[in-house]
């Protein structure tokens, strides 16, 4: 069974950064896409970014882009995990954070089959 486990969420104050990791287990997904969503309280859930197994993380919406990178380890094999480094962190970036893969690229969430739990990054002002 395929099972996406992120880490790294936690309170941070604004203007602080925080890195979450997402690790894959349980079947190779080096040919899938692996990215994140994000669900504030009360809020749908917004798409943040992907990446495919070599390039740069694609797809940014305006609201992070230039303060979120996606990376993607390359030291193993199967690239399995997938990064989320967060800067210049704002309070309006408090949301649960979930990893997805899909086979393709996509800003759709929907097209997404694999999800992670999700973990929780709250920003204080």
């Known amino acids: 069974q395929v099972q996406l486990v992120e880490s790294g969420g936690g309170l941070v104050q604004a203007g602080g950064s925080l890195r979450l990791s997402c690790k894959a287990s349980g079947r190779d997904l080096n040919t899938y896409w692996m990215g994140w969503v994000r669900q504030a309280l009360g809020k749908e859930r917004e798409f943040i970014g992907t990446?495919?197994?070599?390039?740069?993380?694609?797809?940014?919406?305006d609201s992070v882009l230039g303060r979120f990178t996606i990376t993607r380890d390359k030291a193993t094999k199967t690239h399995d995990t997938v990064y989320l480094q967060m800067n210049s962190l704002k309070p309006e970036d408090t949301a649960v954070y979930y990893c997805?893969?899909?086979?393709?690229?996509?800003?759709?969430?929907?097209?997404?089959?694999?999800w992670g739990r999700g973990t929780q990054v709250t920003v204080s002002s």
């Open positions: 990446i495919g197994w070599s390039g740069p993380g694609v797809g940014y919406p």
């Open positions: 997805v893969a899909g086979v393709r690229f996509s800003k759709n969430i929907n097209e997404y089959e694999l």
